[in-house]
């Protein structure tokens, strides 16, 4: 566990120094949720597992009313604790009390609060011959792209807003942001939208300062109207195809007991690149 939150520290540590100059878009606004929202879900997920020393089952759902034919028994993820966590462990990280200060902690609480309203109830049944003469019930977490999903859409759905805004509460827990939007037309964000303030960069070309690459030399699907598809991905700048051969096992065949057997096949293959 602590060697995963090592891990975690110096990847948050590179995110933060690649978009220190330009963290005010909507992407960033993704990357801060989505890392808040992992580190959550990962000590949640631990704490149920015994991974963690200082945390176990969420024994909370004890205290809630159980429906007929079934009582609250098992395991369930320590939602909480790992919400709590991730709050002390990532927003540690942002200093000051800029308007930048105020959307990344709140982008950060974005996605911790996915991740706790993403529990549902689970059972099982119990009963002689299969029957389900009662059922025991525990409070779990779907698996982590379900949760990155839900944050795909906030991203998409992002609401812009002005840098005027107000802070209300003392201390980091208490702290609620008042952000208006740019566009008056559209509604206040709530705790569970993402928000940004500066409009994103153009990811076509490459801008060393903002850790961008651009997409010149990068592959693409020449036949896909997709993100993957080459008039996307090459900002209409073109791009080239070539023809080449590859060597690959092929006509595999299972031989008793117990190896596989292929032989080796050249391949022709297309390949397009942006301009």
């Known amino acids: 566990m602590l060697l995963m939150m090592m891990m975690m520290t110096t990847t948050i540590k590179r995110i933060t120094i690649s978009l220190q100059y330009h963290t005010g878009c909507r992407e960033t606004a993704f990357v801060y949720s989505i890392t808040s929202a992992a580190v959550a ?19 909370r759902v004890d205290q809630r009313p159980a429906g007929e034919g079934w009582e609250w028994s098992g395991c369930s993820d320590n939602a909480r604790f790992g919400h709590k966590f991730s709050r002390k462990f990532v927003d540690v990280l942002e ?6 200060y105020m959307i990344n902690l709140h982008n950060n609480e974005v996605g911790r609060v996915h991740v ?28 982590f792209r379900s949760i ?28 609620k942001f008042n952000f ?16 940004y303030f500066e ?4 990811f076509c070309d490459r801008e060393s300062s903002l850790g961008l690459g651009g997409t010149k030399g990068r592959e693409c699907n020449a036949s896909s109207l997709g993100v993957d598809g080459c008039d996307l991905m ?13 060597r690959d096992r092929c006509q595999c065949i299972f031989e008793w007991c117990c190896t596989v057997k292929c032989k080796m096949c050249t391949f022709n293959r297309t390949r397009s690149t942006c301009l």
């Open 116 to 143: 706790t309203n993403s529990l549902k109830k689970v059972c099982k049944c119990h009963g002689m011959s299969g029957s389900c003469t009662i059922k025991t019930c525990w409070m779990m977490l779907p698996k």
């Open 199 to 202: 409009d994103s960069p153009s």
């Open 95 to 100: 200093k000051g009390r800029d308007f930048r």
């Open 180 to 195: 208006s939007p740019a566009n008056h037309m559209h509604k206040k964000p709530g705790r569970r939208d993402l928000v």
């Open 148 to 175: 990155g999903d839900k944050l795909k859409d906030r991203f998409d759905g992002a609401s812009q807003v002005l840098p005027e805004n107000s802070v209300r509460g003392r201390g980091r827990r208490r702290r």
């Open 234 to 246: 090459c900002c209409g700048r073109g791009f080239t195809t070539e023809e080449y051969t590859v």
């Open 41 to 59: 879900y990962s000590v949640a997920r631990s704490c149920a597992e015994g991974g963690v020393s200082t945390c176990s089952c969420d024994n």
